[in-house]
Nanobody
């Protein structure tokens, strides 16, 4: 089992930045593929970013590429998401997720563990 807890969300003006964090516990963090997803009201959950267990590989959703950066610190059992140049359409609940298998997957159904989410609201 893996427990995930996100933090760092909040209300920010368009063009602003936030740093989202996710603390993990319960299993060797360095073996987990980690991802960030988001879900806006009335919309499906959307892939945002992913990072491999040793941080050798990252991937980003098309709409966030160049503005968001994913990172991890295996010594601290944490994964981060730097979100810059925020837009009102980025308003959503942002979820941290962990995948216990080694193969590279970006679809939400492939992730085994999820945090409760952190709300990001971007005002215009």
């Amino acid at each position: 089992q893996v427990q995930l807890v996100e933090s760092g969300g909040g209300l920010v003006q368009a063009g602003g930045s936030l740093r989202l964090s996710c603390a993990a516990s319960g299993r060797t963090f360095s073996t987990l593929m980690m991802g960030w997803f988001r879900q806006a009201p009335g919309k499906e959950r959307e892939f945002v970013a992913a990072i491999s267990p040793a941080a050798y590989r990252t991937a980003y959703g098309y709409s966030v590429k160049g503005r968001f950066t994913i990172g991890r610190d295996n010594a601290k059992n944490a994964v981060y998401l730097e979100v810059n140049s925020l837009r009102p359409e980025n308003t959503a609940v942002y979820y941290c997720a962990a995948r216990g298998r080694a193969d590279w997957r970006l679809d939400s159904v492939a992730y085994d563990y999820w945090g409760p989410g952190t709300q990001v609201t971007v005002s215009s």
